[in-house]
């Protein structure tokens, strides 16, 4: 077993020992062999999921196949660049797997980078094909290699080939280039070969203990190198990964709700993010779900204060790991993990710990020679997570990757980060040797911002640093020296380099200054930079209310500027994502109020957002309404949730809608960190109408939902029709009526008639609960737990409806973390309509799909899904591409689109005809 090569001041090398390390992976086998294995191992299991759909292991590996088999006719061989611009989606999973197959390496182009900075790295990195979707496509004229849209081709690849390739990837073959900051002013490609990759992944599955029935959220960037341990150490186990939805970063309530909601066991965050969900844990009293077992993090230095707050809220019940690792080395290059080496916070700074199986790290001083342990020293190291190099950069390569003084056959990468070994052979991170820096995990090197500015017209030299601000967020300033007579102001600045660099690199602060200061040997010393001073130009427009007063107060806490005004702009002051998700735990801790994710970006400023809050009472908990698109035309569409609360589902349908016209999700409501519970789903749906009517309060409304969604809608439309309004639009999406005639109906399997018994004699009675829940623990064999666990779980929302509905709080800790989809379909089981619908229903139903996306038209008898008697009119039924829940993907919901524009405007327009048939679109 390889260990880690540690200094004496003999020169001599010392073993550090494992501490229930992983075994040495063997790397010299491809990721595609070791992931066909698994699929051949767990074909049922689900590999990768996402909001509206999902790929079993057995899918997932005959997509990639045939992928691969049409990449290989485009002339993909080994070692050739395919350029991957796609969301975050399925099909983005196939196409890495697919090219890997193929035997080329994918590089990723993250949707959020501005275009310029995605135009050079297809420029420079020469790829000759790119794989994207068509509306993507249009805006890559420049391109010259060729464009594959998988959707175009889909019929094409469908009839290649689902068996494994014959021939597979050699170790020294390249898997993947990601792109990270550069200190020549450009972006640098990183060249990373199967042997790093296959070694990493395995290390990694060992080490987390990845299983089947694992939930591993795919958190990470799409271009940052966090995705491929999210992803392949995942694929080698037979764990599931789970994609977030793009706004899931900009709330910890939100965050935690859906760890929740999909079961999710291991989370791998950037330590930045990691930080925020501890501080906000605290302030909000929330915990982890119980599902959730282990949390990696990642990227920067792990703040101590952080560490301790980490101990005193989760304890040993949730497993964590500190890793540390340059994209030149595989992305993780060592862990620590506290479970088996104890550090104490109040004393000592956390680790980065021990280096991985076939990774070797050396302390070594600006002589190449080896420290002491205890001793400070720049960290170099080598072994089989070695990157290549860096693309069409040869003196770069070698300028970073050097031979090893100890084993010149051998090449070492310097990091340039400083360390120093402890007692116990864990290295202990200490700082930077030269000006690279890491935000929110980010790697940045000033220089490349720097020479973004200079190229600025006006710009005659600009220089990059960071400072702390008071609320302890590092910010990136920039100095910047105008050109003889011009005129520079901070906004065109900011806009300037907003449109070519990402928005993490883009700096927050802008100082203009006549000249920099230089030290004795004529370079700028950046020590003399001072942090910048207030803006004094800003006027400061005092508060008119205690609740603008508030808001002031929070912003100066967290953002660390004074002093602030209500017309100032959160982003402007130095505002990002990770304190878009302070300020929400901020604003429910300190007042109360829960506010839509999208809150700050359509009210920026104080007043703005006092002016939004009041329109949501804060004893009400969690608000209702959540923007999905801005718009002015009247009246907006409101979209009812999913039965998992979820409106995250409808964000590709509102991104689709043409014009003007705004569109709002009702999502579930939150009451001290879990579901509202309502005595029925007449009651849901009378919260939900008050929602609506606060933000329309007259007709004609335009309402709609998918499955559980539809019956909510049906229910706010029937309620708003009592109270004499108008209902231009009711439109359900894969919506059973309650009491449509099921085609079959599943039956359990085994017998519970022990448990049954027990809530017989009590039905619905904690104590009764209680005994059930000791039965199962005792009694019950494991292959049974998972359907008694959700029999429970209807168990305990039966109690809550009929004993907490609407009343006492706190809820007792044996009724937490119940769904918000066992208390749904609680409350429909007893859901009788008062009346028929006046007017007519749009029903879109789906066409094709397997699994939990098989459309409903499949499981009911009836062909309009049993809503013909709950309506005075017709029912219009529409048929679209796509399963139950896929046809809002992005592939597929233009159609949805369509259909719902036509029916608004017929039902907003007295004097149009109905449709007196229904229609099929294909």
């Not at 792109?179 to 199967?194: D, E, N, R």
């Not at 309502?678 to 009378?686: D, G, Q």
Request: hydrophobic content about 40%; charged content about 20%; proline content about 7%.
């Amino acid at each position: 077993m390889k260990r880690s090569r540690q200094s004496h001041s003999d020169d001599s090398p010392s073993q550090a020992p494992w501490l229930n390390h992983p075994a040495s992976p063997a790397y010299d086998i491809a990721i595609t062999r070791l992931f066909e294995a698994q699929a051949s191992r767990t074909p049922r299991e689900i590999a990768v999921s996402s909001l509206d759909s999902a790929l079993t292991y057995q899918q997932l590996n005959e997509r990639a196949n045939q992928i691969a088999r049409y990449l290989r006719l485009n002339g993909v061989r080994e070692n050739t660049l395919v350029a991957i611009y796609l969301p975050r989606s399925l099909d983005l999973i196939v196409a890495f797997l697919g090219t890997l197959k193929a035997g080329g390496a994918y590089i990723p182009l993250d949707p959020d980078y501005p275009a310029e900075r995605r135009i050079f790295m297809l420029d420079h990195s020469q790829a000759p094909l790119l794989i994207t979707q068509p509306d993507w496509a249009r805006s890559l004229d420049h391109y010259p290699g060729q464009i594959l849209c998988l959707e175009q081709a889909a019929e094409t690849i469908a009839q290649y080939s689902t068996a494994n390739l014959e021939q597979a990837p050699a170790p020294d073959h390249l898997a993947y280039m990601i792109y990270t900051s550069g200190s020549t002013g450009q972006p640098k490609g990183v060249l990373i070969p199967h042997r790093g990759l296959s070694n990493h992944a395995q290390a990694m599955a060992q080490l987390f203990a990845l299983a089947p029935g694992d939930r591993v959220l795919q958190f990470a960037s799409l271009s940052f190198d966090i995705i491929v341990e999210e992803l392949y150490p995942s694929f080698l186990s037979g764990a599931t990964v789970v994609l977030r939805p793009e706004t899931l970063i900009y709330s910890i309530q939100v965050f935690l709700d859906y760890l929740d909601q999909h079961q999710i066991t291991v989370l791998n965050l950037p330590t930045a993010f990691w930080h925020e969900l501890v501080y906000s844990m605290d302030r909000l009293q929330r915990s982890l779900p119980r599902r959730t077992r282990l949390v990696v993090v990642g990227g920067e230095k792990a703040r101590r204060s952080a560490y301790r707050r980490w101990q005193s809220l989760v304890g040993s019940s949730v497993r964590w790991i500190n890793t540390y690792g340059p994209t030149e080395t595989t992305v993780s290059a060592t862990y620590f993990d506290p479970s088996t080496t104890k550090v104490d916070p109040e004393t000592e700074e956390i680790p980065i710990g021990l280096p991985l199986p076939n990774v070797e790290t050396f302390v070594l001083d600006e002589n190449l020679q080896p420290v002491p342990p205890g001793q400070v020293g720049e960290l170099h190291i080598g072994g089989a997570g070695l990157a290549v190099g860096y693309h069409r950069l040869p003196s770069r390569t070698a300028e970073r990757f050097i031979p090893n003084p100890l084993s010149p056959q051998q090449l070492l990468y310097k990091t340039g980060d400083l360390v120093r070994q402890r007692s116990d052979g864990h290295l202990e991170y200490v700082g930077r040797q030269d000006f690279r820096v890491k935000i929110r995990g980010f790697r940045i090197e000033p220089a490349e911002i720097e020479t973004c500015l200079e190229r600025h017209p006006d710009v005659s030299q600009a220089v990059v640093t960071v400072h702390q601000d008071a609320a302890e967020n590092s910010r990136l300033v920039a100095y910047v020296v105008p050109q003889p007579r011009a005129q520079l102001d901070p906004e065109g600045l900011r806009d300037f380099s907003a449109a070519t660099l990402p928005d993490y690199m883009v700096p927050r602060s802008f100082v203009l200054m006549t000249d920099l200061p230089l030290n004795a040997n004529g370079k700028v010393d950046r020590h003399r930079l001072s942090a910048p001073a207030p803006d004094r130009q800003r006027t400061i427009t005092p508060p008119d209310n205690d609740l603008e007063t508030q808001l002031i107060s929070i912003w100066q806490r967290i953002l660390g500027v004074h002093p602030i005004g209500v017309t100032d702009n959160f982003f402007e002051l130095g505002g990002h994502s990770l304190l878009v998700a302070r300020f929400f735990s901020e604003l429910e801790a300190s007042l109360g109020h829960s506010a839509p994710l999208t809150l700050l970006l359509e009210a920026p400023t104080i007043r703005e957002l006092a002016t939004r809050l009041t329109r949501t009472s804060p004893s009400q908990g969690q608000a209702l309404v959540v923007p999905l698109r801005g718009g002015q035309t009247h009246p907006p569409l409101f979209l009812l949730h999913d039965a998992d609360g979820d409106t995250s589902l409808y964000l590709n349908l509102a991104a689709q809608m043409r014009g003007d016209r705004a569109v709002y999700g009702l999502q579930a409501r939150q009451v001290q960190g879990q579901p509202e519970v309502y005595s029925s789903l007449t009651a849901m749906a009378a919260d939900y109408c008050q929602a609506i009517q606060a933000i329309q309060p007259h007709g004609p409304y335009l309402l709609g939902g998918l499955c559980a969604g539809g019956v909510l809608a049906f229910e706010v439309a029937l309620q708003l029709q009592a109270q004499g309004k108008s209902v231009a639009l009711l439109a359900l999406m894969e919506s059973p009526d309650v009491q449509a005639v099921a085609i079959a109906s599943p039956e359990n399997s085994v017998p519970f008639a022990k448990i049954k018994a027990i809530f017989a004699a009590s039905p619905s009675r904690l104590k009764g609960f209680q005994q059930a829940m000791r039965f199962i623990v005792m009694r019950t064999q494991s292959r049974f737990k998972a359907q008694l666990a959700t029999w429970l779980e209807q168990g305990k929302a039966q109690i809550l409806i009929t004993y907490w509905a609407n009343g006492p709080r706190p809820i007792p800790g044996i009724l937490h973390n119940v769904s918000v989809r066992t208390l749904y379909l609680q409350a429909e089981k007893t859901y009788q309509p008062s009346t028929r619908f006046q007017g007519s229903i749009l029903l879109i139903k789906a066409s094709q799909g397997t699994g939990f996306d098989q459309p409903y038209g499949e499981l009911y008898a009836e062909a309009d899904l049993g809503w013909g008697k709950r309506t005075t009119g017709e029912i219009q039924i529409f048929t679209v591409a796509g399963g139950h829940t896929s046809m809002l993907s992005t592939k597929n919901v233009s159609q949805i689109a369509q259909i719902l524009e036509q029916r608004i405007d017929q039902g907003l327009s007295p004097s149009t005809p109905a449709t007196p048939a229904p229609s099929v679109i294909s």
